[in-house]
């Protein structure tokens, strides 16, 4: 088997920007779709907050920080699952290629941190867009016993 040698050339490097970035876009679609759950399901207490004098802004800061935390502990919980699944195959790959003659290099472990990178900016791109798309008027509902 050929062995890596550097970093990825021509359509590989394409390929993983482009997973990278299908995994932002699924990274976010899910923190928008948890925020707005969140959203409905904290309403009352939205009610409650405005009811004591909490500023408008609250309820746009209140989304941004669920936004944050949903998009930053998926993309961590992500990124430590897939990690995981490459150097059990990896560490795989490598105990087949010892039992073999003549013996082979093993492969490599190595992190990607150029991709990985690029799914840190994410769970920012959630919150701001979190942090837009609210609207900061709280909703002042009648409570019902």
Do not use: C
Not at 36 to 57: Q, V
């Amino acid at each position: 088997m050929a062995m890596e040698n550097g970093p990825p050339h021509g359509n590989d490097w394409v390929t993983l920007v482009i997973l990278a970035v299908a995994a932002g876009v699924i990274t976010i679609g899910a923190a928008g779709i948890a925020t707005g759950l969140a959203a409905a399901e904290g309403r009352a207490d939205l009610s409650t907050l405005a009811a004591i004098g909490a500023s408008p802004r609250v309820r746009r800061l209140l989304s941004l920080s669920q936004a944050g935390v949903i998009a930053g502990l998926g993309s961590l919980l992500g990124i430590a699952a897939g990690l995981v699944a490459a150097f059990a195959v990896i560490a795989a790959l490598n105990q087949g290629f010892a039992e073999s003659w003549p013996v082979e290099k093993p492969y490599p472990l190595r992190i990607p941190w150029h991709t990985l990178g690029i799914l840190v900016v994410v769970p920012l791109v959630a919150m701001l867009g979190a942090g837009l798309l609210t609207r900061s008027r709280l909703p002042i509902e009648r409570r019902r016993d």
